[in-house]
């Protein structure tokens, strides 16, 4: 199984400012047709988790352009460039290259 | 508009069983996989299971094998999780999602499952 391990478990951003979340996979998440099946979702509260970027650092439809993703090996980023309060919620990271599919431990965003 | 509607969660004796649906619509159902993703505040997003557009192909996380089912009727446009043989440690919200890309792209809005005596 794919460990996924998410840091830090919690921030407090003040508005505007930038905030940045990793995520480690405990193997390279390449597949051989060239993607990485590396996921990054927002769970906002009281709501399901919704996508927010896709193959390591696509962003889903409708997704504001602040949000990004990389990648570097095994080593995956997602930086929010000026949060806003809407930006609230937990974050989670997830492998779909091979089942069991798994999630990092979540990254709780508050704003200060 | 995408719309995933989960149904069927209850509260249940352990040894007992359940099934849970997803209805989807305004898209084309039968084009996609489909998975069922269980959350609790202890473990978090949990994956359980996956299956593909014609339901030929199935796959589950160790912790359900030989116990839960996925299933799908493409022409009612509905996913199913048969749960039998049911302990405290499946208890959470259950969510169904649309793969999209690999990805969870749509989830539904989730289906709390107890089992307690």
């Known amino acids: 199984e794919i460990v996924m391990t998410q840091s830090p478990l919690s921030l407090s951003v003040t508005p505007g400012e930038p905030a940045s979340i990793s995520c480690r996979s405990s193997q390279s998440l390449m597949h051989s047709i060239g993607h990485t099946f590396f996921d990054w979702y927002l769970q906002k509260p009281g709501q399901s988790p919704q996508l927010l970027i896709y193959w390591g650092s696509n962003r889903a439809s409708g997704v504001p352009d602040r949000f990004s993703g990389s990648e570097s090996g095994a080593d995956f980023t997602l930086k929010i460039s000026r949060v806003e309060a809407e930006d609230v919620g937990v974050y989670y990271c997830?492998?779909?290259?091979?089942?069991?599919?798994?999630f990092g431990q979540g990254t709780k965003l508050e704003i200060k | 508009e995408v719309q995933l509607v989960e149904s069927g969660g209850a509260l249940v004796q352990p040894g007992g069983s359940l099934r849970l649906s997803c209805a989807g619509s305004g898209y084309t159902f039968s084009d996609y996989w489909m998975h069922w993703v269980r959350q609790t505040p202890e473990k978090g997003l949990v994956w359980v299971s996956r299956i593909n557009t014609d339901g030929s192909t199935t796959d589950y996380a160790d912790s359900v094998k030989g116990r839960f089912t996925i299933s799908r009727d493409n022409a009612k446009g509905t996913l199913y999780l048969q749960m039998n043989s049911l302990r405290a440690e499946d208890t959470g919200v259950y969510f169904c999602s649309r793969d999209t890309a690999g990805a969870h792209g749509y989830w539904g809005q989730g289906t709390l499952v107890t089992v307690s005596s």
């Open positions: 997830m492998q779909g290259l091979q089942t069991p599919y798994t």
